[in-house]
């Protein structure tokens, strides 16, 4: 693997940045399929990683060992220096901590659109309803979706409901937040929305890893590029050593196939 980059530049605006997730050695098999061939990757606080990689080279399953959705059969994976691959740790406590965003818009469609962003300050941290509520109605506002609290989902458009399932998992303050694809389902017009807050997060200072196949908006909202393949991380760098310098002949020929 080469690395040039190390902690993306931003790094630099925050002051006692540490590290916020740090992923060791991890394998993962499908059977007999390897998927993660030993993943290390450490990610800074506030910097925000860009998983790029052709489909089937394992950024799905990365992303869900992080949030335990798949446990790893080898290697460690660091939540704030704490180990969160330990079997004796809480699962539930640990996803509380991590904001996680997928492809295909995951609003519960029987809650109104403030509910889905409180259900789980309420439920998971026990906010009282008017304070969830308030909080919740602030981040809408922020989205410009403040009039469509009461709404159901199925009433806002597909970039509308994709910017509530965002403030969804920020609403709890994660010190995570993981991004899955979460353009790919979208009509193309609506995609830019959806980067613009994205790219505000990273402006206040999320901690953010994100698999895109959008290589614009990696290029310009990533501190740092990973490109995967076949479950090994490749190349990594800043978007302007992987995107216009790439090293590896993999990188050059997977960029290449996308023009
Ligand atoms: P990406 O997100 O980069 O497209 P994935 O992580 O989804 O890649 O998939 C990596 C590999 O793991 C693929 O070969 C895929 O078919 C396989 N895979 C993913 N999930 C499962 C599963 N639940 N069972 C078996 N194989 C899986
Ligand atoms: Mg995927």
């Given at each position: 693997m080469v690395d040039r980059a190390g902690p993306g530049p931003r790094a630099d605006r925050w002051c006692g940045v540490s590290t916020a997730l740090s992923v060791r050695g991890v394998h993962k098999w499908f059977g007999r399929t390897p998927v993660l061939q030993g993943i290390d990757l450490d990610v800074a606080e506030h910097e925000v990683v860009a998983l790029i990689g052709a489909s089937g080279s394992g950024k799905s399953t990365l992303l869900r060992t992080v949030n335990l959705l798949e446990p790893v059969d080898d290697g460690q994976i660091f939540l704030h220096e704490q180990d969160i691959t330990d079997p004796r740790v809480d699962a539930d406590a640990i996803r509380a901590r991590i904001g996680v965003v997928f492809q295909h818009y995951n609003l519960f469609p029987h809650l109104t659109v403030l509910d889905n962003v409180t259900l789980a300050s309420r439920?998971?941290?026990?906010?009282r309803r008017a304070e969830a509520a308030e909080r919740g109605l602030a981040l809408l506002e922020r989205i410009g979706l403040a009039d469509k609290a009461r709404s159901y989902p199925d009433r806002l458009s597909g970039g509308q409901q994709q910017r509530v399932a965002i403030v969804r998992a920020i609403a709890t303050e994660p010190e995570l937040l993981l991004l899955d694809?979460?353009?790919?389902?979208?009509d193309p017009v609506l995609v830019g929305e959806v980067l613009d807050l994205v790219r505000e997060l990273k402006e206040s200072g999320s901690t953010i890893v994100m698999a895109t196949h959008e290589m614009g908006f990696a290029r310009r909202v990533a501190d740092r590029v990973v490109f995967l393949a076949d479950g090994r991380i490749v190349e990594s760098g800043t978007p302007a050593q992987v995107f216009?310098?790439?090293?590896q002949e993999r990188t050059r020929d997977f960029l290449a196939r996308l023009h």
């Open positions: 439920k998971v941290f026990g906010v694809e979460i353009t790919s389902a979208l216009d310098a790439p090293e």
